[in-house]
């Protein structure tokens, strides 16, 4: 046993208060969870680490018991999934899809970090480093607002057309399917659905099929090519169509209201405010299916793009959760990788100009379509909504309309549209 201390402290969360880097307590390793971060370091050095952390004016607050080292790892989650399926793991930490837990080496192991139970263990120490000392980790970030820009002429009239009344509608007419299980009669009729309203907004619009687990399912695909000529790139934007209800089993109730209504009939949202805007660059527009079961639509969707095509992938901006109030304010979630780096700060920018929403990062992606782009080098980003709580009715008849805050919802497609946009032009 490597026994250790922990203690947490808390930075205020707003525009303008969070460090990229945690206040440094000599000696002490620490993780950073948004505007919280935990200090651990070794029980009989304890006294000197508190000692530093006055200096530095912190306020800590103290774990009683020591922890053994090799015993902490961070958990990416969806929902409450971890939690629901291993409820006898001690949690230290809950930010909600962020969790530091109290796990054996080797069943953090076993467990794995895998697409299907929707959740990752990883070890402290497999979290980006920031900083002089290599110890102080980053596992995702609650940054200073980037500064408002001027709101382009070309931008404003598209974030305006964004409108409760036409995502709820398209949002209500998803959820109302029994399921949209990927190999379902009912997801075949929600892509019916889609495909119609995709192009009666004057898009290029058609089916790709594709393989859940042996049986047959479908991505839609729309499209609508940019006038830059031979210099053209590619903006996707996308959501998974598909729901799923573990616990009832594959004939039960899923509306997927959260996971991922929201998404979907915000990409429908987008489609309509995109509408005739001249841009420079190709857009495409792709409800994925089989994500519930392994993000199995965007790996085939990735898997079929050319060289070419990969090549000029300009951004992937990618929606799963949108809709569920998990912090005091307003606040959404971007998860991207390096490469990802310029998509998210974009994005940020936009939330900043045209939203009121407070902004988290993660450099780790984790359990979205996002991550079949990212694992090929693409710059792609998942949108969701702010990490220190979580919605816990996902997969589950108990994700319906009446959890979802659209003030939320909708801040975040005009965040989305705004960068889109700029990024098409």
């Not at 959740?119 to 120490?125: L, N, P, V």
Request: proline share 5%.
């Amino acid at each position: 046993m490597q026994p250790v201390r922990l203690a947490t402290s808390r930075t205020p969360a707003g525009r303008g208060t969070a460090a990229r880097v945690a206040a440094p307590i000599e000696g002490a390793a620490s993780l950073k969870f948004g505007d919280e971060t935990v200090y651990f370091g070794a029980e009989d050095e304890w006294g000197r680490f508190k000692r530093s952390a006055g200096r530095a004016g912190l306020t800590l607050r103290e774990r009683p018991a020591p922890a053994d080292a090799a015993r902490l790892h961070v958990v990416i989650q969806k929902g409450r999934l971890f939690q629901q399926e291993h409820p006898e793991v001690p949690v230290l930490l809950d930010k909600g899809r962020f969790l530091l837990v109290d796990i054996d080496p080797a069943q953090a192991d076993v467990l794995g970090d895998s697409d299907v139970p929707c959740f990752s263990i990883r070890r402290a120490e497999a979290f980006e480093a920031v900083g002089a000392d290599a110890r102080s980790r980053v596992v995702f970030d609650a940054p200073a607002l980037a500064a408002p820009r001027g709101r382009a002429a070309h931008i404003k009239p598209v974030v305006e057309r964004i409108a409760r009344a036409t995502f709820e509608a398209d949002l209500v007419r998803l959820v109302e399917f029994p399921t949209r299980l990927s190999t379902s009669s009912s997801y075949v009729a929600a892509c019916d659905f889609a495909t119609e309203r995709l192009s009666a907004l004057g898009y290029e619009t058609f089916r790709q099929e594709i393989l859940v687990r042996s049986e047959p399912s479908q991505n839609i695909v729309a499209r609508r090519e940019g006038a830059g000529g031979s210099a053209r790139g590619l903006v996707v934007v996308g959501a998974h169509l598909d729901s799923i209800n573990h616990q009832g089993g594959p004939s039960s109730s899923a509306p997927g209201a959260d996971d991922d209504g929201t998404g979907s009939a915000g990409v429908l949202e987008i489609a309509r405010a995109l509408k005739g805007y001249a841009g420079a660059h190709d857009l495409q527009l792709v409800l994925f299916g089989g994500e519930e079961q392994g993000l199995f639509g965007s790996k085939q969707f990735v898997a079929s793009l050319n060289a070419t095509d990969r090549a000029r992938m300009r951004a992937i901006v990618h929606m799963d959760m949108i809709g569920s109030l998990n912090t005091a304010n307003p606040t959404v979630l971007l998860e991207g990788a390096p490469v990802s780096q310029s998509v998210m700060e974009g994005l940020a920018s936009a939330a900043a100009t045209y939203t009121g929403l407070a902004v988290q990062t993660s450099l780790n992606p984790f359990n979205s379509d996002h991550v079949s782009f990212i694992r090929k080098g693409m710059p792609a980003v998942l949108t969701i909504e702010g990490a220190d709580d979580a919605n816990d009715a996902i997969h589950s008849a108990r994700d319906t309309l009446d959890r979802i805050n659209f003030d939320l919802a909708l801040d975040t497609l005009r965040m989305n549209a705004a960068y889109v946009a700029e990024a098409l032009a």
